[in-house]
């Protein structure tokens, strides 16, 4: 559903709320709150009837709800005569009966305090009742002599309507209604006739005003008002969270995605099917997507960054395999040029000079077709024994120099690039030949799951030990482009998935390069 008709819905729930409670509270509060209102208006106006009569000893100029049925009966303390007034008449009435003169002095009494109320009501009980039958009443020798004085030009009531309604053939109903100050007065005379008779009802009623129940209408409206403004906030508070909160989390949501930074996140649940859920499922859609293309950029930026990298050590390793030739060469050339012992003989070392010419000739070669070799791996069964022994006679004129004993154990083939795995033992091997100390042994063994070399008679320093494979990181301090050997190789072996440790033992340097297959299956 969406959020206009939600909003719709919303208002028409909301009214009919409203409406609810407005009739509810007419049909059941308002009943009772007005005849409460009633009662104590009337209990009002009878206190101030008492009061002003108590006052003036009259009715003249009090103001009186339904003046045909208010009366006063006044009682004076002494004497045999009896007051009763109206606002229409003013009665006297004298005791000539000697009971009800007995019975008179007991209500006084009474009053007074002298006697209780029981005693009163048995004072009653014993009066002959007969005495006040209305034939009694008014004959010679009644009881009470009473004398009516009526009290005219009061103006109370005010004539407003005379009606006349035919029910019926028969049945006719007058309808006369007068009012005073407060309240108005209805007399209806039903008249009728049957075979035998005429029949004829006279029902006097009273119709209060509309401005008496303005007062209860008035006196509620502040709870009215307070309960329409608190039905009102908790719709609207609960009605809001159903639109604010979802927006709430989706602000979460996005907020969790720009601090993640790759768009990997859990992706956002929403139970409406609204504009809101709809707005939730294209972020979801968004940053699906902007993660995808994040990973693809991850994936590309890592390959950039081989890239780089295997291009500088290009750059490193074609200084690097170049030095060991060229510094045989030059030392054979000044030994011939300086005829400095056996290499007087020039024509039987220049063979030997050319060999390390082709041999640079040949590095070069392998050098160029490093970079693209390194892109393109070309794996193949590869016999390291035999490997080890080429780079080894590489080697044997800087270890005929250094009298240096090169021991070779074990045989083992890998699955791996040749030309590349040829350069990580050529560098591993020119470090032992280069650090072990004349007149020492190179101990190489090949194992079914490392080629471990062992250099005599040397160790490395344990500060550079951790730092070992960081470019030129080395513990000859007074050698110039140091340090590239071991992490030419770090490289290489990262590229064919090899490892390689380096690490001091007793009076020896222990270089072990842990083969591809080996390492997956955790053999040392």
Known sequence: ????????????????????????????????????????????????????????????????????????????????????????????????DDELEILLNSFRDMMNGEISFEEFQREIGNLEMEKFDLENLFSEDSPIR??????????????????SHMISENLL????????????????????????????????????????????????????VAVVFLLVLISSRFFSGKIVNPIIRLAGYAESAKISGNFQIEPFHGESRDEIGVLAETLNELYGKLGENYLELEEKNRMLKEKNERQEVFLRASSH???????????????MINEIGKYKDAKAYLPEVKEQLLSMSKIVEDILSLNYRAEHLEMEAVAIDVLVKEVIKSYEFQMEEKQLEADIEGKKIVLTDREIMKKIVDNLISNAVQYTPGGEKIKIEIGTSALSIRNYGTTIDEKILPDIFEPFVSSDEG???????????????????????????????????????CEERGER
């Open 173 to 224: 109903v007058y309808e006369a209604s007068v009012s005073d100050e407060n309240y108005g007065y209805t007399t209806y005379m039903a008249m009728g006739w049957t075979q035998e008779a005429f029949v004829i009802t006279i029902l006097p009623t009273m119709t209060p005003k509309m401005e008496e129940i303005t007062p209860v209408v008035m006196g509620s409206l502040p709870m009215i």
């Open 321 to 335: 395999q170049l030095k060991t030739p060229i510094a045989a060469a030059l030392l054979l050339v000044e030994g």
């Open 146 to 163: 009473m004398q009516v004085e009526g009290i005219e030009n009061q103006d109370i009531y005010t004539a407003e309507n005379i009606k």
């Open 1 to 96: 559903m969406g959020l206009s008709k939600k909003t719709f819905l919303y208002s028409i729930l909301l009214a009919a709320t409203m409406v609810a409670f407005i009739i509810g509270y007419f049909v059941f509060m308002l009943p009772s709150l007005y005849v409460d209102y009633v009662m104590k208006s009337n209990l009002d106006s009878a206190i101030e009837i008492q009061k002003g009569y108590m006052e003036n000893g009259s009715y003249e100029n009090l103001t009186v709800k339904n003046p045909a049925g208010a009366i006063t009966l006044e009682i004076p303390k002494e004497g045999d005569t009896v007051y009763a007034a109206g606002k229409f008449f003013k009665l006297t009435a004298e005791i000539q």
């Open 479 to 517: 050698r110039k482009g140091k340090g590239l050997g071991l992490y030419i190789v770090s490289y290489y072996g990262r590229l064919l998935g090899c490892r390689v440790q380096i690490e001091n033992e007793e009076n020896h340097v222990l270089s072990k390069l842990i083969f591809p297959a």
